[in-house]
């Protein structure tokens, strides 16, 4: 039996589109989402034309969270709150949540160098709040470069770090991290590390404008993990 | 002429004391300070012994910052403001602190995976504001391991974190983290990044524990940095 679909909240964005792009080169099924149908579809027509034979459509968001089991949330930190509101009908319980949001100031016209203070604590907290009960969130894919992605004839090496209550979703999200070539998950801990984890990526934004680079973390000295 | 030797605040500790093993074993002159002198003197010894040949002093805190212009504070941070009390009236202007301070939960006896906030917003920006004018504070060597460090036959292949608002200092300390062969490091930008980077230590510890290791931090995918 194939493997559900993959949906994408916010799949035509920046690093939504780059997950999806990488996806699908895996063989994977995506569902791009959107807030409109015919951007999505517009975005699932450049993935089908950059990967031939790659099993793609574009919905609304509302739509594309019904496809799968492990829903992808990577939308600016601006429209989260707004986006879980918008699927609080949608998202059913015994679905994985994989929430990529970083609250960056530039969120509120601030530096993307810097992290806002998150109610919740994080990003990713304020995601597990705001779902539907029985919904898990898992909260990875913040610091792999967008750019990155995109580039499919580039070759990743990094790790990702990944942040949640339950090991068993965790190890769900690990999967299809790892169907990733180049990226490694690595468990770092309950969802509450997600506030350490989020503030990486300023960290990153900040060396790669310094460095003209577009690096992304590693765990170094680490073995290969358990997953 | 020789560099002036390296003093280090809570050199007795198990960062402070690693950092010392690796710069004399590099050649470096190095001032281990203490709150006693005779923890001090006691802890050189243990370095002679343990690296013939090396130079090293082993005096009271107050005494060992007036050894150096690059002073390293490592010490616990439920001990970091009281020592810059302390050492108010002997930092000079001119001078750059290392801050190595991470404001972990464990100070107030909680846990060493949860980031304590800092009125300041960091233990890097703390010392800066409580050392005397002129001092110039740069945040680093926060995710070095320190049993790392003192097994002296081990290769160190991972980055040094560097944040400071001023570069020349920033690229005086840089230098001092190249002088310990398997480091590297990197600008990470204002002295503010440290709360950022201060958050990668109670992460690392989190990662450990879960896989028995002794990871480091690596920016993956930058190439040497200009420094």
Redesign the interface.
Known sequence: MAAPPIPIVGGTGALGFGLALRWASAGAAVVIGSRRAESAEEAAQRLRDAVPGAVVEGVENAEAVTRGDIVVLSVPFRAQSENLTNLKGTLRAGQVLVDATVPLAAAVSGKA???LGVPQGSAGEQAQEMAPEGVQVVSALHTVSAA?LAELDRTL???V?VAGDHAESKGRVAELIRLIPGLRP????KL??A???E??T???I??NA??R???????????E??W
């Not at 690595?186 to 801990?189: F, K, P, Q, R, T």
């Not at 680079?213 to 073995?223: C, T």
Request: without cysteine; aromatic residues 0%.
């Open positions: 160098t810097r992290l990155k090496d990094e790790d770090l690595v468990d770092a801990g509450e590390a506030r350490l984890i503030g990486i300023p960290l990153l900040s060396i310094r460095h680079a577009r690096a992304g973390i590693r765990i170094a000295g680490l073995e993990p358990k």
